[in-house]
Antibody, heavy 121, light 107 residues
Framework: QVQLQESGPGLVKPSETLSLTCGVSGYSISSGYYWGWIRQPPGKGLEWIGSMYHSGGSYYKPSLKSRVTISLDMSKNQFSLRLSSVTATDTAVYYC???????????????WGQGTLVIVS | DIQMTQSPSTLSASVGDRVTITCRASQRIDSWLAWYQQKPGKAPKPLMYKASNLKSGVPSRFSGSGSGTEFTLTISSLQPDDFATYYCQQYNSYPYSFGQGTKLDIK
């Protein structure tokens, strides 16, 4: 069974960089799929942040692209999110997820972590 | 960018009811649509993919239909476990986008 687990600071100061890691068990991230991040501000809907393919290549939401980096660490079977220059509007529950693909094109998110709340204050 | 709009935003229903949630895309997305269920404090759970394909393990009372710009998620006979918020997501093109959600609560 594929399992994902987010980890990282729950509190980040404005203008600093938010860094989260997603540990994956039950599947080797080097074997396939996209690995992505989605966030959800308190009481609001879901927002896709970005995804990275197992063999390289990434997609980021255009409005966040200048501040976001997603990277894969095959040796630790985990992937990471860095979001720079954060403000209060970046306060949200951050989810990591596996994104299925069809012939290399991203599709839906089939496995999710439990989410971690990050407050910018 | 493709905008996804769900209706209604809130739906009140009773156990045993048949309910339908609609998701409209601002551009044609063929059948590249997924549905998720989210309960408070939990991660979204995928229900459907490619508009009408039921994810393994999801009860058969859930069904999806549609293509192009209009899609529906139907629950044939509501069970107590179904009261949650439902989201659609398009994956026809980047950037991938979600609907704003439909909260299904108990009447």
């Amino acid at each position: 069974q594929v399992q994902l687990q987010e980890s990282g600071p729950g509190l980040v100061k404005p203008s600093e960089t938010l860094s989260l890691t997603c540990g994956v068990s039950g599947y080797s991230i080097s074997s396939g799929y996209y690995w992505g991040w989605i966030r959800q501000p308190p009481g609001k809907g879901l927002e896709w942040i970005g995804s990275m393919y197992h063999s390289g290549g990434s997609y980021y939401k255009p409005s966040l692209k200048s501040r976001v980096t997603i990277s894969l660490d095959m040796s630790k079977n985990q992937f990471s999110l860095r979001l720079s220059s954060v403000t209060a509007t970046d306060t949200a529950v951050y989810y990591c997820a596996r994104q299925d693909d069809i012939a290399g094109a991203p599709t839906y998110f089939d496995y999710w972590g439990q989410g971690t709340l990050v407050i910018v204050s | 960018d493709i905008q996804m709009t769900q209706s209604p935003s809130t739906l009140s229903a009773s156990v045993g009811d048949r309910v339908t949630i609609t998701c409209r895309a601002s551009q044609r997305i063929d059948s590249w649509l997924a549905w998720y269920q989210q309960k408070p404090g939990k991660a979204p759970k995928p229900l459907m993919y490619k508009a009408s394909n039921l994810k393994s393990g999801v009860p058969s009372r859930f069904s999806g239909s549609g293509s192009g710009t209009e899609f529906t998620l139907t629950i044939s006979s509501l069970q107590p476990d179904d009261f949650a918020t439902y989201y659609c997501q398009q994956y026809n093109s980047y950037p991938y986008s979600f609907g704003q959600g439909t909260k299904l609560d108990i009447k």
